[in-house]
């Protein structure tokens, strides 16, 4: 029998499995002279490599006696690790570890910058970026499960107060480690409690379903912040990241139809998509079909919606009024956007589209503001001010030219109308 089959307990090799099936991160045993002697992981030689660079085995092999209780460790790149000895006879006989894994989603700068500061070769960077973009990301509330459930299996160890325990126990490599996920633990916290900030962000994101717009940036990366709250809480972190992406691409489904999608194209889409969300192994190949998924139901409508009597041009600055619709912009910016001068433009724009650019852009401000009036507690003030309209009387005049009653209005007779709906439901 292997040194490592006699040092480890198997309770904790069937931690490791049933981990890797749920989420694909690796688990890694160091024997007492800090020599590999198990991994789970695909990419064994290439993390490890990281594992070692980075200074994380440095900090766990400068801890006099071991870690007796879980230590999260962090590198420049953002991966997060997971480690606590097992000890035999009062000694640290191996270590085990979990990950990696990320708290966010990549940056591709950020992590080609980390990158290039460990002096790899460019072919050694590619490699590296493909086999970052394959590991887990998940919300630190799930890391610190994870913690948990190994020093539980170290140490058969438990606490009622499951709080309390989690927080006593968990160690941190560094302070600035630390501030970063208790950074994470109150974003999650405040993302989640915030049901109308999660509303608001759905209604945006299927308007741009709808319009078939996917320029706004910030707006499409938000789709991740979705995905990091499951709609249900089986206890099942993959079978939870299902029923989010199954439940918003039905909501992206209906939307691309009241787009002008046909019923038949979206519907083969959704059930595609449902499929290969039910073939998915890991959180983050969900959060990446996700955002796939949006990409693909809004190019649809874009495609339905296109006017061949519209130019790719013109096409482009409506893009950009939508993208920008919170920032200030000029119709000079519009038109060096899509390298025309200001006057070409506006005549350009006006005989192809059938509305002045001035008239657009307001339209489509309205259009936003009916969502932050519906969906969130947000004054007419502030909304006015995203919109920069200036202030809140010119504000409230076009949005009554547009729709026939005035912001106060609107958010009123349409709340009152969402009640009476949801009261003959019930």
């Not at 981990?19 to 002279?33: D, L, S, V």
């Not at 009622?160 to 501030?179: G, P, T, V």
């Not at 001010?385 to 504000?395: I, K, P, S």
């Amino acid at each position: 029998m292997a040194d490592w089959q006699v040092e480890c307990p198997m309770r904790i090799c069937l931690l490791a499995g049933h981990i890797y099936a749920a989420t694909r991160m690796g688990m890694w045993g160091f024997n007492g002279r800090w020599e590999l002697a198990f991994s789970t992981s695909v990419y064994q030689k290439e993390l490890q490599n990281l594992l070692e660079l980075s200074g994380c085995m440095d900090y766990l092999k400068s801890m006099e006696g071991g870690c007796r209780t879980p230590v999260l460790l962090g590198d420049e790149i953002g991966m997060i690790w997971i480690a606590e000895h097992y000890y035999r006879d009062g000694k640290p006989a191996c270590l085990i570890l979990f990950g990696p894994m990320f708290l966010s989603q990549l940056s591709v700068k950020s992590v080609e910058e980390s990158l290039k500061k460990m002096t790899f070769s460019m072919s050694a960077r590619i490699q590296l970026f493909r086999i970052l973009e394959s590991l887990p990301v998940m919300p630190f509330s799930l890391v610190r499960q994870y913690a948990m459930m190994l020093h539980h299996c170290i140490t058969e160890e438990t606490h009622q107060d499951f709080s309390y325990y989690q927080e006593a126990l968990l160690q941190f490599q560094n302070d600035s480690l630390r501030a970063a996920c208790e950074g994470k633990i109150e974003s999650e916290d405040s993302f989640g409690s915030d049901p109308e900030r999660m509303v608001a962000l759905e209604r945006q994101l299927l308007q741009c379903v709808r319009d078939g717009n996917g320029n706004n940036t910030e707006l499409m990366n938000s789709v991740t912040e979705l995905s990091n709250l499951p709609v249900s809480h089986t206890g099942n972190p993959i079978r939870d990241a299902k029923n989010t992406v199954i439940i918003l691409t039905a909501q992206c489904c209906n939307a691309a139809i009241e787009g002008g999608l046909s019923i038949r194209k979206a519907k083969e889409m959704e059930n595609e998509y449902i499929r290969r969300a039910e073939s998915c192994t890991t959180v983050t190949e969900l959060m990446t079909l996700d955002r796939k998924m949006l990409e693909d139901f809004i190019i649809q409508v874009r495609r339905t919606n296109e006017n061949p009597l519209i130019s790719p041009a013109i096409r482009e600055g409506c893009d950009f009024i939508r993208a920008n619709i919170m920032k200030s912009f000029t119709l000079a910016d519009v038109a060096k956007h899509v390298g025309y001068t200001e006057y070409y433009f506006t005549r350009k724009f006006n005989k192809e589209m059938g509305i002045r650019v001035n008239d657009f852009v307001k339209e489509a401000k309205v259009e936003y503001a009916k969502i932050q009036l519906l969906t969130t507690s947000q004054g007419i003030q502030e909304i006015s001010d995203t919109l920069n309209f200036g202030n809140r009387t010119y504000f409230s005049k076009v949005f009554r030219e547009i729709t026939g009653m005035t912001p106060a209005a609107f958010r009123s007779q349409l709340g009152k109308e969402k009640e009476d709906e949801t009261a003959e439901r019930t």
